[in-house]
């Protein structure tokens, strides 16, 4: 009676435990109907925004970090090549549930014994591993082999073991292909050996099945590993999957792997051995796919990932018919600007475009494409890179908006406290400068301390007003550029100041029709979120231009590769520490976008490596190309703009601030000092040309896109002068204000303290000298005296 009591109340207690585990990781888990994409044999067609066929999707499997888009059925991969596998991967494969309790039991022991805790798992629960859990990576913890055995389980009752199986073929990772990884039975088929999965033999096929648990190392030695196919084939014999005939004639086969010069003798014994060529895997991958160039792969995969969570895989593969927001025009000149783009050895890009009015997705580009397949991450949605002095411009628009002006000065001289950042030469000028000549010249001494003035809380929240993500406890080096974001994040809050201060979340689909038309899913018309009012988006928008336009290349101009013929253009380049990231972001009437460039696996660039050289130009023929064609247009200005030329500069201003004094700012929290310069010399109003309808677009809208600002008159952009000093600085007491901003100085300062923070760290400096060419700077690094 007590053993009986013992045992059920070890039962109770074990039923507990698998409740408890249950409530903890069983919940939420994915659905084993995903992996019926298999059987769908449909091809869903995929249309851009005016109607025009850009692609297919077809069925694919992730792979861990690899997706599978050429999965074979059952009746495509040799008969030999499926039995070698499950005798070598799990010979008790038609035996078991799902979960192999003997095997997990002898994993267990081997575990116990040598500390090796490989082996155990089921085909069914590699397969539930490297698609349904392939976001866990594979990690060896109780969470995932407790949800990989609720998942096999529940995967042997939707699915037979041939279907099961075949999965398995289409997903087990085969190798190292070079620019892409080996994933499936026709990848390793084409590799390997230079023929399709079908038409492998036994001696082929038990190769292949004897270097799964380690491709990569038993593929360089064939000559150690050759024994295991002779165990291999000898198991198979045992298990009444091959008749010792064949096994015999296997044996005795010639085999060639890629790459590898072998004799053989008739017995089947090796007379020599050499691995000549490894690269050869990735060239056969890339012979039997051809010189493709996937063109629209990145969009494509975006429109996947977008449509599955919504839609499910049967309806994403089953036929229909895709709408999106994509201009075939601007994927073209994306890609072509892709591929002629010249970036230094090791690094890569990722590109996306959208339609400030509407937030829909234009173009993406995940890589730098060349003929041969592009890797499967996407650049251009999923990494999340530091986005540098781009950033800027979101927080001087953000102090345009809480009422400064862009004639109003900041100190560019040293921070006291811990943070000391520097300008990107090491150098300061101790001197007042406007908003508009430190935003032109990427000066982050000024950018950091309106930073300290706004307070960090408040940009903060205006980021993630604009879709972006700021860092925990970033502090003050969040205004310099420690953001991360991907090009579609940064190209999406660029685009607010384009359309007068309106947020769009991106979005690429626009509807989904089955296969018998039935439309299955609408896409809401957008809903803007207003970020800005629209007086500061234009003004915010004028600094941007002022990025592009002010300054000539020899006067330290960071962006003036992005100008467009015929087109207003406004953005900014981001540089990060030891030149790890280089962007640009900018904007046009009708497109804003981004371009990132960078090493895949993170890394410096080389000091040559600049963003306004590299990322900038790409943007260009990116954008330039998407408007090819289109009539011209202006962006749209709001009422209660007036323009005053400051300092030679044609700036934007509130109507009814336009005369008021600059303030000079230090960064103090309180605001400001209270000292204010007297009013600069009355200058001639910039006269008010005739009002220019902006253009109709001639692009069909399949779906309602709403205004997102109010039709007005659009004045062009006024031609800006180089800044030249002014006749008479003002002083001012206390504190020195030079009117007007110098350049800095040629010598380093010795007072400069070596930059730890993100800027525009590897652009080209400012011009070092005065107009007259006379350094004003005092050696000593102290505010020169006024004169």
């Known amino acids: ?121 089921s085909i069914t629960q590699q397969v539930v591993k490297n698609t349904l859990l392939a976001d866990l990576q ?302 032109d010249h990427s000066l982050n001494l000024p950018t950091v301390r309106i930073g300290q003035e706004l307070g960090m809380p408040t940009f903060e929240a205006k980021l993630r007003d604009l879709g972006l993500t700021p860092p925990a406890n970033a502090g003050l080096s969040l205004t310099i550029g420690t953001l991360e974001a991907s090009p579609l994040q940064m190209a999406s809050a660029y685009a607010t100041f384009a359309n007068g201060g309106l947020y769009y979340a991106p979005t690429l689909v626009r509807k989904v029709e089955d296969a018998r038309g039935k439309v299955i899913y609408t896409r809401a018309a957008p809903t803007p979120k207003r970020v800005w009012d629209a007086r500061a988006a234009w003004l915010g928008l004028d600094m941007l231009r002022g990025v592009v336009n002010d300054l000539t290349p020899s006067q330290g101009g960071l962006a003036t590769r992005a100008l467009i013929p015929g087109w207003p253009v406004g953005g900014k380049t981001g540089t990060t520490n030891d030149i790890k990231d280089l962007w640009f972001a900018g904007v046009t009437p009708t497109v804003a976008g981004a371009v990132w460039v960078g090493k895949q696996e993170g890394g410096a660039l080389p000091g040559w490596a600049y963003s306004g050289e590299i990322p900038t130009p790409i943007w260009q023929q990116a954008v330039a190309g998407a408007l090819a064609g289109q009539p011209e247009a202006a962006f749209r200005e709001p009422d209660g703009i007036t323009y005053r030329v400051v300092r030679n500069v044609n700036m934007a201003f509130r109507t009814e601030e336009a005369d008021n004094e600059p303030v000079a700012r230090d960064g103090s929290t309180s605001g400001f000092f209270g000292r204010r310069r007297q009013p600069a010399p009355p200058a001639q109003p910039t006269p008010e040309p005739e009002p220019t309808p902006v253009p109709e677009a001639t692009e069909p809208e399949p779906l309602p896109e709403p205004d997102p600002v109010d039709p007005v008159d659009t004045i062009p952009a006024t031609p800006v002068e180089e800044p030249t000093p002014e006749a008479e600085p003002v002083p001012v007491p206390e504190v020195p204000v030079q009117n007007p901003p110098e350049p800095l100085p040629t010598e380093p300062d010795p007072n400069a303290i070596p930059d730890q923070n993100p800027g525009d760290q590897g ?13 004003t700077t005092d050696p000593a690094g102290e505010i020169p005296p006024l004169n």
């Open 1 to 121: 009676m007590r053993a009986l009591n013992i045992l059920g109340g070890a039962l109770l207690a074990g039923a507990a435990g698998v409740g408890g585990l249950w409530v903890a990781w069983g919940r939420d888990l994915p659905s084993v109907s995903d992996l019926d994409v298999l059987e769908f044999s449909g091809q869903t067609r995929v249309y851009d925004r005016a109607g025009t066929l850009v692609g297919t999707l077809t069925p694919s499997l992730s792979s861990g970090g690899s997706v599978n888009r050429d999965l074979l059925k059952a009746g495509q991969i040799s008969p030999w090549l499926q039995k070698a596998v499950v005798t070598s991967e799990d010979r008790r494969f038609y035996q078991h549930g799902g979960v192999d309790v003997i095997g997990i039991g002898r994993g267990l022991l081997k575990g116990l014994l040598k500390n090796d805790l490989e082996g155990g798992s």
């Open 138 to 439: 594979g990690a060896r913890t109780a969470e995932r082999k407790f949800k990989e055995a609720v998942l096999a389980y529940q995967l042997e009752r939707n699915f037979d073991k041939k279907q099961i199986l075949n999965a398995y073929l289409n997903v087990i990772y085969w190798g190292d292909g070079g620019n892409r990884d080996i994933i499936g039975a026709g990848g390793a088929a084409h590799a390997y050996f230079g023929k399709d999965a079908g038409e492998l033999n036994l001696a082929e096929s038990v190769y292949l099945a004897t270097i799964i648990p380690a491709p990569n190392r038993r593929y360089k030695e064939f000559k150690s590993y050759r024994p295991l196919m002779k165990s291999l084939l000898a198991r198979m014999v045992e298990d009444g999957q091959v008749t010792q005939a064949e096994a015999d004639a296997a044996w005795k086969t010639p085999i060639y792997p890629a790459g590898w010069r072998i004799g053989w003798n008739a017995d089947g014994t090796l007379r020599s051995a050499n691995l000549e060529r490894p690269d050869r895997l990735g060239e056969n991958l890339q012979r039997t796919e051809g010189a493709q160039r996937y063109p629209n792969f990145y969009y494509l995969q975006a429109v996947e990932k977008e449509l599955l969570p919504l839609i499910g895989r049967k309806a994403l593969y089953g036929g229909g018919k895709i709408y999106t927001g994509m201009s075939a025009q601007a994927q073209a000149a994306a890609e072509q600007a892709s591929r002629g783009a010249r970036l230094p050895d090791g690094a890569t890009l990722g590109a996306a475009l959208v339609r400030p009015d509407s937030g829909e997705v234009l173009a993406l580009v995940g890589q730098k494409l060349t003929d041969a397949r592009p890797s499967d991450w996407n650049n251009a949605t999923q990494a999340r890179r530091q986005v540098g002095s781009s950033v800027k411009p979101l927080l001087y628009a953000l102090a345009l908006e809480k009422g400064w002006k862009q004639s109003d000065t900041v100190l560019d001289a040293p921070i006291s406290g811990d943070y000391q950042p520097m300008n990107y030469n090491r150098r300061w000028t101790g001197r007042y400068v406007t908003l508009r000549y430190s935003l």
């Open 763 to 775: 652009e080209p400096p400012v011009d070092p000298t005065t107009p007259d060419g006379q350094d």
